[in-house]
């Protein structure tokens, strides 16, 4: 059964101290990794799409890298303003989504 | 460019009634996924159309669900009747498949609670 899952559930991080975020999959054929973040009472933003073991992809403070088994999201010296769920998804196959119950990041000042 | 357009954003109803949820996908985009989320299951998928065909709906809860797409610019929710424990947040989501798979754009979701 496909199935993804994301640790930690709550991380809280002083700004600039650097942390990784992980998501562990089992997928019946992997066609895409997502990396999403979430505001509260918005809808998921895409950030990432990761295809192949050894991939990494960065975006401002944020990077995104896959192995065989998982993906790290790697945030480095975070500000307040990155506060948010991020969530990862993989597509399948069968084509469909699956997405992880999410990382809930606060950056306190 | 206009993004994923759901509509209502917020609807309150009471338990047996029927509920209508609406979604216009991104024009050009070829798949389509209804999902719901609720603080303990996280995003669930509900179903997915590809090319206004429904490929999956093994997600859907029982028979009170049903998912419609007639056109490639217009797909709906329906629940009835409803009962409090459908009470989430439901997101629909396009995307555009071509030899790689697309990410997915995400509306701004539909809250609803059944009293």
């Known amino acids: 059964e496909d199935q993804v899952t994301q640790s930690p559930e709550a991380l809280r991080l002083q700004e600039g101290e650097s942390s990784s ?3 562990s999959y089992t997928v019946s054929g992997l066609r895409g990794l997502f990396w999403y973040r979430q505001d509260p009472g918005k809808g998921p933003e895409f950030l990432f799409t990761l295809y192949s073991a050894g991939e990494e992809k960065e975006k401002e403070r944020l990077k995104a890298t896959l192995t065989k088994k998982e993906s790290f999201l790697h945030i480095t010296a975070p ?12 597509r399948s196959t069968g084509n469909q989504f699956y997405f992880g119950t ?5 950056v306190i000042p | 460019d206009a993004g994923v357009i759901q509509s209502p954003r917020h609807e309150v109803t009471e338990m047996g009634q029927e509920v209508t949820l609406r979604c216009k996908p991104i024009s050009g985009h070829n798949s389509l996924f209804w999902y719901r989320q609720t603080m303990m299951r996280g995003l669930e998928l509900l179903i997915y159309f590809n090319n206004n065909v429904p ?13 419609k797409m007639p056109n490639a610019s217009f797909s709906t929710l329906k629940i009835q009747p409803s009962e409090p424990r459908d009470s989430a947040v439901y997101f629909c989501a ?7 798979v697309g990410e997915l754009f995400f509306g701004e979701g539909s809250r609803l609670t059944v009293l």
């Open chain 1, 102 to 106: 999410g990382t809930s990041l606060t």
């Open chain 2, 94 to 100: 396009s995307s555009l498949d071509r030899g790689e």
């Open chain 1, 79 to 90: 500000k307040p303003e990155d506060s948010a769920t991020y969530l990862c998804a993989v």
């Open chain 1, 21 to 23: 975020l992980n998501c």
């Open chain 2, 55 to 67: 490929i999956d709906d093994s997600g859907m809860p029982e028979d009170r669900f049903s998912a």
